[in-house]
């Protein structure tokens, strides 16, 4: 994954740079590294761990060129420390990398036979000896950097400057994504906007396989031969207040905050509240004949966003009557998949760059299939690869933990399921009521469950002492006990693991003892009295059951050590609501434990690798 920010401009670059880091610090935090032009010689500063470790070392250092390239690690290759940190260099080369060489191997062999020494055990030091060797003879950035790419084999973005030509920058883009921010007479090269949007909002998406070559204050768009191509500028209208943290003490705290308005803001443009009905202008015309014809969706993602596919798979089967798969996306891309003609591929995506769903959208295009994508970022590798869109619109999730793109993209998933169902005439005008009314009464009951941030808190020291976790539940209650479990082993490190209440007596019921709490999804829906029996069996083995239940369940609250109510709801927007309290326990719990919410250990919020 990684996080990359360059700069050339008339400004100073290291608190550019370093200001563009912090917005990228949750795409990598185990190292870090700034190089800047200083007096025409190359200074290079690294720090093992967190960027904090890396700006202490900088309080003492001045820089007085305009040039410079910086680096937030996520280690693929080599121990996270500080000879692996980027940026890399060899002779008057330096280079910050994203992605993986694949043929790293190769490459470092024939660099030691001809002598090169290697100060590190990455893949991406390799680039910067390819390039410095060739521009020995060419003496010329762009045309080192492009003899190199020939010899480079994997998913690899890279940003290259050269001590000698302190007003030149040049990026290639192969994978993991990189933007050209176009500043006032200032370039900017980053992995994602929020690390320029405080200079510009006029921004470059890089497809892959393409270079930007910034000279003083002109830059050029081209292909790998170095054939010019014409590029368009897109304006973002992200605001920099969107990525701080706005009194809150976590941007995790902050997001979860967020959801009323998240979801509102997902809903909006699809609903016309006069006649509580879904629209369907603004799903296009080639999108509409398809879901008259489709006989099969096919949902992909990854992590957080694959348990909200799970949910819509319900929400589709269930409202429009398609048939539904549901894939892990690095599954899927080597599962060899059999797509029958008229299938609709749907990805979901919060960041819009995560590799392996990324390769499955393409995989599921070249079977013939027809994509739709659901993401936060527009322009994202994922949505330009895709022909429908809908977008969360929450603005931006810094958070690794996904909290609102979560509950934004359930609300968009009733909108789709019930738009799909219009077109092919499923669905009555009375029942389409209910769904629109339901979504509408989502951020109300948001704003109820939200109180529950106060009791966790309260409650954080007593759940920490429990020794695992078993998530449960039935329907569309099953993925969110997958997602309350994933919460928890993400950023409190605790042993959790979700289950269909059903499948219990079948392997996990072997778990359970007095340090096991079972957290169970129980929404009173047509599944509530099943899953109550499932409940009766854990406690009659000494499980301690904390449950989720609809309004005052006196059944489910005598069985339970803690039992939170939720707003009645229809059981298509229950999950929107009863994933919020999950959410609020894991931050509690991680919090209380002294982790760092934001950014827990070994993950990155956007998976750019395989
Ligand atoms: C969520 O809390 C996780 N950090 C992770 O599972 C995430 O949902 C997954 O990596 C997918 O990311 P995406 O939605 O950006 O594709």
Redesign the pocket.
């Known amino acids: 994954m990684c996080g990359i920010v360059g700069y050339l401009g008339p400004k100073e670059p290291k608190n550019i740079i370093i200001e563009g880091l912090k917005k990228l610090e949750y795409r990598g935090y185990d190292s870090a590294g700034i190089a800047v032009i200083h007096d025409g010689k190359t200074k290079r500063v690294r720090a093992q761990g967190k960027l904090k470790n890396l700006e202490e070392k900088l309080i003492s250092e001045s820089f007085n060129g305009h040039l410079g390239i910086g680096h937030t690690r996520w280690a693929t290759h080599g121990a996270p420390n500080e000879r692996n940190a980027h940026p890399h260099q060899a002779g008057e080369i330096s280079l910050v990398h994203n992605g993986i060489i694949e043929n790293y191997l190769e490459i470092k062999a024939e660099l030691i036979k001809k002598g090169t020494e290697i100060k590190s055990d990455t893949d991406s030091e390799l680039v910067a000896h390819l390039i410095w060797e060739d521009i020995q003879k060419t003496q010329n950035l762009l045309q080192s950097v492009k003899n190199t790419l020939g010899k480079i084999v994997g998913a690899f973005s890279i940003l290259v400057m050269w001590e000698k030509s302190p007003n030149e920058l040049i990026a290639f883009k192969d994978g993991p994504p990189l933007i050209v921010g176009i500043g006032e007479k200032e370039h900017f090269v980053v992995s994602d906007v929020q690390a320029a949007i405080k200079y510009t909002k006029r921004f470059v998406y890089l497809n892959d396989r393409e270079i930007v070559h910034i000279q003083g204050t002109d830059v050029k768009f081209m292909n790998a031969k170095g054939e010019p191509i014409k590029k368009d500028i897109v304006t973002v209208d992200w605001s920099e207040d969107q990525v701080e943290k706005a009194g809150f003490k976590h941007f995790m705290l902050k997001e979860i905050y967020e959801q009323p308005r998240a979801v509102a803001q997902a809903i909006a443009p699809y609903i016309d509240t006069d006649t509580h009905s879904i629209l369907l202008k603004n799903i296009g015309y080639e999108m509409t004949d398809l879901y008259k014809k489709i006989d099969r969706v096919f949902f992909i993602?990854?992590?957080?966003?694959y348990y909200a596919a799970m949910v819509g798979k319900y929400l589709i089967e269930q409202i429009a009557k398609v048939p539904v798969e549901t894939d892990i996306a690095s599954e899927f891309r080597y599962r060899k998949p059999v797509m029958p003609a008229n299938t609709l591929v749907i990805t979901?995506?919060?960041?819009?760059?995560?590799a392996d769903?990324l390769a499955a959208i393409r995989l599921a295009k070249e079977c013939g299939a027809q994509t739709l994508s659901i993401t936060n970022v527009a322009q994202s590798s994922i949505d330009r690869e895709a022909t429908g869109h809908m977008y969360m619109n929450t603005g931006v999730e810094v958070g690794?933990?996904?909290t609102k793109?979560f509950t934004s993209t359930l609300s968009l998933l009733n909108i789709l399921a019930v738009q799909i169902a219009k077109v092919r005439g499923k669905i009555s005008v009375a029942d389409e009521k209910q769904i629109v009314q339901s979504l509408l009464a989502v951020p109300s009951q948001m704003e109820t469950v939200l109180s529950y941030d106060k009791y966790f808190k309260e409650a954080a020291a007593k759940l920490a002492e429990f020794k695992g976790f078993l998530y449960l539940g039935r329907g569309v209650s099953f993925p969110i006990a997958l997602e309350g479990a994933?919460?928890l082993k993400?950023l409190a490190y605790m042993h959790a693991e979700g289950y269909a209440a059903g499948e219990m007596k079948h392997g996990p019921l072997a778990l359970i003892d007095k340090d096991m709490a079972i957290v169970v999804v129980a929404p009173s829906d047509d599944l509530i009295d099943k899953t109550i029996s499932n409940l009766q069996e854990a406690k009659a083995r000494g499980g301690k059951i904390i449950s989720i239940g609809t309004g005052e369940n006196e059944g489910l609250k005598s069985m339970s050590e803690f039992y939170l109510p939720l707003p009645a709801a229809f059981w298509t927007t229950n999950p929107l609501v009863a994933v919020v309290p999950l959410q609020l326990m894991s931050y509690h719990l991680a919090d209380h434990l002294k982790y760092d919410v934001d950014q827990p250990r070994n993950?990155a919020?956007?998976?750019t690798v395989e």
Not at 301 to 305: M, R
Not at 349 to 354: A, F, L, P
């Open positions: 993602a990854c992590g957080t966003s979901i995506s919060q960041s819009g760059e995560t769903t690794v933990a996904s793109a994933l919460k993400e993950l919020k956007s998976v």
